[in-house]
T-cell receptor, first 110, second 114 residues
């Protein structure tokens, strides 16, 4: 069964304290791995799409990487405005739906 | 460039009633998917529409139905509402129906069933 697991469930950081969020997946044919940011009461906001192992993408303080079993979202020198829930999802060969993890809720305090 | 728009943003319904949610895709997109997100959970796929046909369906009962119009906009209908249907309903759009295509979400419609 296709599955996506995110860890940790919650992460508290001090402003400037870098860290990484993990997304591990077990799927039958990965077509793409997606990262989204979701603020409370809002829809998910697209961040990155990764397609193959070894691929990396960056946007401001965020960097996403992909291996054959997992993806990491690295947050460098976070600011309070980076506080949100970060969702990981995969597109699989068998269909067109995205399978989401439960998300990691990040809180950054000043 | 308008993103994905959904209406209404919030609504309250009584058990047993029916509800219709509406979605306009991002400009240039032709594929619409609907997701249900319960509190503290990731979005769960309901179904996808492409070329006015339901292309794939998640593990949701027949009470959930949809439609896509020629202008690519879409509706989600839920009949015989249950308390457990209370959730954030998200519409997402993409260009093409491939599994590797990036999808963009709207702000969602909050449904409360009492």
């Amino acid at each position: 069964e296709d599955q996506v697991t995110q860890s940790p469930e919650a992460l508290r950081l001090q402003e400037g304290e870098s860290s990484s969020l993990n997304c591990s997946y077990t799927v039958s044919g990965l077509r793409g791995l997606f990262w989204y940011r979701q603020d409370p009461g809002k829809g998910p906001e697209f961040l990155f799409t990764l397609y193959s192992a070894g691929e990396e993408k960056e946007k401001e303080r965020l960097k996403a990487t992909l291996t054959k079993k997992e993806s990491f979202l690295h947050i460098t020198a976070p600011k309070p405005e980076d506080s949100a829930t970060y969702l990981c999802a995969v597109g699989v060969q068998a269909g067109t739906a995205l399978i989401f993890g439960k998300g990691t809720t990040l809180s950054v305090s000043s | 460039d308008a993103g994905v728009t959904q209406s209404p943003t919030h609504l309250i319904k009584t058990r047993g009633q029916q509800v219709t949610l509406r979605c306009s895709p991002k400009s240039g997109h032709d594929t619409v998917s609907w997701y249900q997100q319960a509190l503290g959970q990731g979005p769960q796929f309901i179904f996808q529409y492409y070329e006015e046909e339901e292309r794939q369906r998640g593990n949701f009962p027949d009470r959930f139905s949809g439609h896509q119009f020629p202008n690519y906009s879409s509706e989600l209908n839920v009949n015989a509402l249950l308390l457990g249907d209370s959730a954030l309903y998200l519409c997402a759009s993409a260009w093409g129906s491939g599994a590797g295509n990036t999808i963009y979400f709207g702000e969602g419609s909050w449904l409360t069933v009492v």
